[in-house]
């Protein structure tokens, strides 16, 4: 018996026959990184002290965009005079304010040969925005907390430089928009944001 199992093993390898349980395909690609910077709003959330963003790119196989999945959160200097409409007066020091988003979008990145290593991308989707305030009321002088969600678009340019197989170093511009009611007065929680952005692959 052993004899023929070797005979029979001695003649698959002569004949070079393989299994194969289907065509191979092309695996998912991911990016996953975090930017570093500064972001202007244009509504009562006045300029931050400093804003970080996470960001997980995942691309199918064949497809020519990546989908995203980034949040962001940065702490805000509120300019209450441009809350319109608000219920509650709150004084202008001694108040703080936070806004964050949770973003889902696609990001196309390409590749020039004129560009060498560089490689632009351009992103895009809906975001869910989350603001809070605090702060102490006019006269009052007794402390006030209100928070609201939004939800609005967003828009991201860059450029990347592929430092090696697997680190990339980049710098990053976002726009995004959004209207949010905080204590009965309504404004814009949306902004610029510029960022210096480090990412792997996997």
């Known amino acids: ?7 029979a093993l001695l003649r698959i390898q002569e004949a070079d026959v393989h299994f194969s349980l289907g065509p191979e395909r092309d695996p998912w690609r991911g990016r996953a990184g975090m930017t570093l910077g500064y972001v202007a709003r244009h509504g009562p959330f006045r300029s931050s002290d400093g804003n970080g963003r996470l960001h997980l790119d995942l691309q199918p196989p064949g497809w020519p965009v990546a989908l995203v999945v980034e949040c962001g959160i940065a702490g805000l200097h509120p300019d209450l005079d441009k809350l319109s409409g608000a219920e509650v007066w709150l004084a202008d020091e001694e108040n703080d304010a936070q806004v964050a988003d949770f973003d889902l979008g696609v990001r196309w990145t390409g590749s020039w040969p004129t560009l060498g290593p560089a490689r632009p991308t351009i992103a895009g989707g809906p975001a ?3 603001a809070e305030l605090n702060g102490l009321v006019v006269g009052e ?3 006030r907390y209100d928070r609201s969600g939004a939800i609005g678009p967003w828009l991201e ?8 197989e697997i680190w990339g170093l980049g710098a990053r511009l976002r726009w995004d928009y ?14 610029i944001h510029a960022g210096i952005a480090v990412e792997g692959r996997f």
């Open 1 to 7: 018996m052993i004899e023929l199992i070797a005979v």
């Open 128 to 130: 869910i925005f989350f």
């Open 141 to 143: 002088r007794v402390s």
């Open 157 to 164: 340019a860059g450029i990347f430089w592929e430092l090696n």
């Open 178 to 191: 959004a209207r949010m009611d905080l204590f009965g007065g309504e404004g814009d929680v949306g902004g």
